[in-house]
């Protein structure tokens, strides 16, 4: 790993923004994302514009139905410490 290199980070990416992101990679509507989480459309676009704070619970339903790890959603902005680097 000594030859490790982070990433340069291009943009801020908040929870809400993450969701979005993955959702529309996925090319999926609010309505199609709520159909396979049971999460309703008004809460999956609260979450969206972080009006609503997506919670460990409805990370890991959300992280299902996009085909991700749940931290993925829960932490875009994770930073790996330089220690854990070397």
């Known amino acids: 790993m000594k030859d490790y290199r982070p990433a340069k980070q291009r943009i801020t990416v908040s929870v809400g923004e993450s969701v979005r992101i993955l959702r529309d990679l996925q090319e999926l509507s609010q ?44 932490f875009p902005g994770w930073k790996l410490p330089d220690e854990a680097a070397a």
């Open 31 to 74: 309505n199609q994302l709520a159909q396979l989480t049971g999460i309703s459309q008004a809460t999956i676009s609260a979450i969206e514009n972080d009006r609503v704070r997506l919670g460990v619970e409805r990370a890991k339903i959300l992280a299902t139905a996009l085909k991700c790890h749940p931290g993925v959603l829960v």
